[in-house]
């Protein structure tokens, strides 16, 4: 009877651990020794809607794709073999000329465009390799519990656009930089231990709250860095009221301006922005960290005030690390 009921729970138990595999896996590789040699012909090739996650392994090499996730490809894992060789890069601006000669918007100049939800990506660099031209999105995420890992998101103006209102994005050991406005948008994100590099004197954030969310960006445990020579970064500006962005224990490199934020003034459509701006630190380190001079506007955050920053809090029950 013992040996029995061993049996039947070994059976249970690899039922449910198999459960939890990807139903299909393909690997993309340039050369050819893989299922395909194009990301997006491997996306195109999984079922719609299918019923679990499928894994897209993408070998080392430089993938000059425009890549793009449609909805209704949902559950999909994006792989790379290694963060720094394996590469998409594309370079689409605002104001270029498609293939229709209709000059695109900052919103379809992205590298890669997530519709889908439940994406996973990790151990990729994704590009957008134009500069000093505008607008020029890498990352556009539209999709709900989204988690990116171990990833470089490059590119200069408006690098990472995290839109739509319902949208709850997790990064996590990143490292992304930009210019001007590079993290920007309307969604629920978390920026868990990553690494923000300004590459110019400019903005990082650019939070689009709408006035219904109780969180916006939520940077926890992160490094502000700068290339060399970046004296005058605001940690960020209100690209409409109700803008919401807070550092928890974050560490600022010396470049972090003493103000720290910026009201956007200006903007005739959407004036005095600060008045309904959440702007917020808690532990902010470093030379960039001191927060005597911050605008009156913004607000320090006490220990009580942690309990609210849970990832289950700010998630409204979704834990992407599962």
Not at 76 to 88: C, F, Q, R
Request: aromatic fraction near 10%; glycine fraction near 8%; include cysteine.
């Amino acid at each position: 009877m013992k040996k029995l009921f061993l049996l039947l729970f070994i059976s249970i138990a690899n039922f449910l651990l198999a459960g939890n595999d990807p139903y299909v896996k393909i690997t993309v590789a340039k050369d050819g020794s893989g299922d395909f040699t194009s990301i997006q012909k491997a996306i195109n090739s999984i079922r719609d809607l299918g019923p679990a996650e499928a894994l897209i392994f993408i070998k080392s090499g430089i993938y000059h794709e425009k890549v793009v996730i449609p909805s209704s490809k949902h559950k999909i894992i994006l792989e790379g073999e290694n963060k720094d060789s394996t590469v998409i890069t594309n370079n689409d601006f605002s104001g270029k000329q498609d293939a229709l000669n209709e000059k695109m918007t900052t919103f379809n100049s992205y590298t890669l465009l997530v519709m889908a939800d439940d994406i996973k990506i990790s151990n990729l660099t994704i590009q957008n390799s134009l500069c000093n031209e505008g607008q020029a999105v890498s990352l556009h995420v539209e999709g709900d519990r989204f988690v990116i890992r171990n990833s470089n998101i490059l590119g200069c103006q408006d690098t990472v656009y995290a839109a739509t209102n319902h949208s709850r994005q997790f990064f996590e050991n990143c490292s992304i930089e930009g210019t001007t406005d590079f993290i920007f948008g309307q969604a629920t994100v978390v920026f868990k231990n990553c690494t923000i590099k300004s590459m110019a004197d400019s903005y990082i954030t650019a939070a689009a709250t709408e006035a219904d969310r109780k969180y916006g960006f939520v940077f926890i445990d992160c490094r502000l860095t700068a290339k060399e020579g970046i004296k005058k970064v605001y940690l960020g500006r209100p690209w409409r009221p109700y803008a919401k962005t807070v550092f928890i224990n974050t560490d600022m490199g010396k470049h972090i301006l003493p103000e720290g934020w910026n009201p956007w003034k200006g903007d005739k459509m959407f004036p005095d922005k600060e008045k309904t701006a959440y702007y917020a630190e808690f532990g902010s380190k470093g030379e960039g960290g001191t927060t005597a001079k911050r605008v009156k506007w913004s607000r320090q955050l006490t220990q009580k005030d942690l309990k609210n920053y849970t990832l289950d809090m700010i998630f409204d029950g979704w834990n992407p690390n599962q």
